[in-house]
């Protein structure tokens, strides 16, 4: 197999689904060569349709399954669970049980930049329904994030893909109700028949299991 083609990705699964993806398809297509884009899904799926990427890769926060736009084809890839990571010794962590999001609805809160699904999710499932919810900082990067919560600033949700290293400061505490996204790669019907298409939904399910 030969020729060239290109993946676009959300930050955390350009982390922690491309490198192991990508590395296969290089192993066992030498002849095919690949690029990959840092994208967030309203991003990359306009790429997708314009035809300047071959698949994209994106999340959904809320029930259900994302529409594609037409002439465009989907397939899940995993479920990722996010976390709560709060301050060390903070008294939630005292049990080591998970905690319930009901008992964080006053807390200083630590979330992404407005406009990315994660924080229009935390706005959905609890701004709306906790009105003393504070929302104090926003950042675009995991260990950004991480960094605010271990100086003590306030908790998180933290997907656990791509997650890397947790600093000395922060623990994490599973979430009840648990918490999930789904990750769906997506790609155009009319290059799904091409053999670099099922090459790269074949890596990317692949990588998706091992991690």
């Keep these: 197999m030969s020729g060239r083609m290109a ?8 982390r922690g689904l491309l490198p192991a993806a990508l590395r ?3 192993d066992h297509h030498p002849l095919l060569s690949v690029e990959s884009h840092e994208r967030e899904p309203a991003k990359a799926v306009p790429l997708l349709v314009r035809g300047a990427v071959d698949v994209v890769i ?3 926060w809320f029930h259900g399954e994302p529409t594609p736009p037409p002439g465009v084809e989907m ?5 990722d669970v996010a976390d709560l990571a709060l301050p060390a010794g903070h008294e939630l962590t005292s049990s080591g049980a998970a905690v319930d999001l009901s008992d964080c609805a006053h807390e200083q809160w630590i ?8 924080h229009d999710w935390l706005h959905g499932a609890l701004v709306e329904h906790h009105p003393g919810l504070r929302l104090t900082h926003t950042a675009g990067e995991h260990q950004t994030i991480l960094a605010l919560v271990a100086a003590g600033l306030g908790m998180a949700l933290m997907p656990r893909l791509g997650r ?4 000395e400061g922060v623990e994490i505490r599973e979430v009840q109700p648990p918490i999930t ?11 799904a028949q091409r053999p670099a298409i099922g090459a ?8 998706a299991r091992a991690g």
């Design 7 to 14: 993946i676009a990705a959300f930050p955390t699964a350009t």
């Design 24 to 26: 296969s398809l290089q």
């Design 58 to 60: 994106v999340d959904k």
């Design 75 to 79: 397939t899940h890839l995993l479920d």
């Design 111 to 118: 979330s992404w930049t407005a406009g990315e699904f994660g």
């Design 164 to 167: 890397g290293p947790v600093p």
């Design 181 to 191: 996204r789904r990750i769906f790669a997506l790609w155009r019907t009319d290059t």
């Design 200 to 207: 790269a939904i074949e890596a990317l399910t692949a990588a």
